[in-house]
């Protein structure tokens, strides 16, 4: 039902930016709650970020604090992350993840980008 379309991967030296992007489908985007997820090769699939479906309340793991950014434009049915200081651990997929706000598991998923950090 819901479509998710993840962009912005790419490979950059560490220390670099990227900007990814997933373009939701639907008509009620702004009940959504939405998360950006990675995996990397031989770990667990990992919760980034999450942000409410207002955007008023937002949540980042540890390792990314201070260096991502979560936010969202319902005008325009996006997610974005961006992702500043990149280090050669943040190199993973990428998935955007949407669920109904509140108590739930995450019901739609992208295809999901590659981030490649050198260095």
């Known amino acids: 039902q819901v479509q998710l379309v993840e962009s912005g991967g790419g490979l950059v030296q560490a220390g670099g930016s990227l900007r990814l992007s997933c373009a939701a489908s639907g008509r009620y985007f702004n009940t959504y709650t939405m998360a950006w997820f990675r995996q990397a090769p031989g770990k667990e699939r990992e919760l980034v970020a999450r942000i409410s479906w207002n955007g008023g309340n937002t949540y980042y793991t540890d390792s990314v604090k201070g260096r991502f950014t979560i936010s969202r434009d319902n005008a325009k049915n996006t997610l974005y992350l961006q992702m500043n200081s990149l280090k050669p651990e943040d190199t993973a997929v990428y998935y955007c993840?949407?669920?109904?706000?509140?108590?739930?598991?995450?019901?739609?998923w992208g295809q999901g980008t590659q981030v490649t950090v050198s260095s």
């Open positions: 993840a949407c669920k109904q706000s509140g108590i739930g598991s995450y019901d739609y």
